[in-house]
């Protein structure tokens, strides 16, 4: 049955999208998609998907559809549906630019762990994934099919990187539980593999040690010293790599390295006194009841698992250049 987008207030997401066509032909012009072949269908089909999975389940008007168009991160999609469509230019573009990055996130992530995948494997495994390898064939399996641009590549990429190592380290203690119970069987004379180890249910917490997290780590950075608040900003919001940050700083990338690393111990730290305390900057009275250390923890770790932050919100982008090439065309 057809829609009558003339008798409903609400009109169908996509029936709006098929409105904003001019805004969707900037997008397309002002990206590098005709250069990774990906042709204009494509390209509408990606941000199709993106608006269907946005507003699945919620009405959505025409401010509210232009409104979430505005956030996507074109180019990353592009780059995403170029390599899911099969363009070498972009999968090898995708692999120039990204492998060092998922090494040196996989190395930080598993930092300190006693169990889990190797920094290098984690990392390199998950480009099979990406591309889609079945069977040593090239498939429809990608896990680009999942990325929507509604957060940076290089944000996704991490929150999968981080899910896996946290999946590894689930798998991990199934089985030492699984033979910690072999083993008193055995010893008692019992029937073996009768018993299996429990799998932990979600923490009802979750919840709210992400909001202490978010609340904390606002607060942190909106107090954080100007300078370094500015290497985080093009670390995180900008997506610069430490070569361009070194550059733009007037230093070595050696030096913008170290310094980031300090700034973001400086920020753990400061996020870590917030959580323990439950104090936010100027107020006498906790924000949330404080929390221990083993609930620390499990902030950063819940954390690193949703990716709850949107780094450009807390830093906007003060050049207008990206927003203004984004209105033209608008219809």
């Not at 190592?165 to 699984?178: A, P, T």
């Not at 670390?235 to 430490?242: E, I, N, P, S, V």
């Not at 070569?243 to 111990?265: F, K, N, Q």
């Amino acid at each position: 049955m057809a829609h009558d987008s003339a008798s409903d207030p609400r009109p169908d997401s996509l029936i709006l999208l098929r409105e904003l066509q001019l805004r969707l032909d900037a997008f397309y012009n002002s990206s590098p998609a005709a250069g990774w072949s990906l042709s204009r269908g494509q390209f509408f089909g990606a941000v199709e998907n993106s608006v269907v999975k946005r507003f699945a389940d919620c009405s959505v008007n025409r401010e509210a559809l232009l409104a979430y168009l505005g956030t996507l991160y074109i180019d990353d999609l592009v780059l995403a549906a170029a390599c899911l469509h099969g363009s070498e230019a972009a999968w090898e573009h995708f692999v120039a630019n990204y492998r060092g990055y998922l090494r040196a996130s996989a190395a930080a992530i598993t930092k300190g762990s006693r169990a889990g995948a190797d920094p290098q494997e984690l990392a390199d495994s998950l480009f099979a994934e990406l591309y889609g390898l079945v069977d040593g064939k090239r498939g429809e399996s990608s896990l680009f099919r999942y990325f929507h641009g509604r957060s940076s590549l290089k944000t996704w990429l991490r929150s999968i990187l981080a899910q896996r190592h946290i999946d590894c380290l689930r798998q991990s203690r199934r089985w030492e539980s699984f033979e910690k119970i072999e083993k008193e069987d055995g010893e008692n004379g019992k029937v073996l593999h009768t018993q299996k180890p429990s799998v932990p249910a979600l923490d009802p917490h979750r919840d709210r040690y992400l909001q202490c997290f978010v609340l904390a780590l606002s607060d942190s950075l909106a107090s954080f010293e100007a300078a370094g608040r500015r290497r985080l900003e093009l670390y995180y919001a900008r997506d610069k790599t430490l070569a361009e940050i070194g550059l733009l700083l007037g230093e070595h990338e050696s030096s913008a390295s170290r310094h980031l690393e300090r700034v973001r111990h400086e920020l753990r730290a400061k996020v870590e006194n917030c959580l323990r305390t439950g104090l936010l900057a100027g107020d006498a009275q906790p924000k949330f009841a404080p929390l221990s250390d083993a609930e620390i923890v499990l902030c950063f770790q819940y954390a690193a698992e949703d990716a709850p932050i949107d780094f450009r919100k807390i830093f906007p982008d003060p050049s207008p250049s990206r927003a203004e090439n984004r209105r033209k065309g608008s219809p």
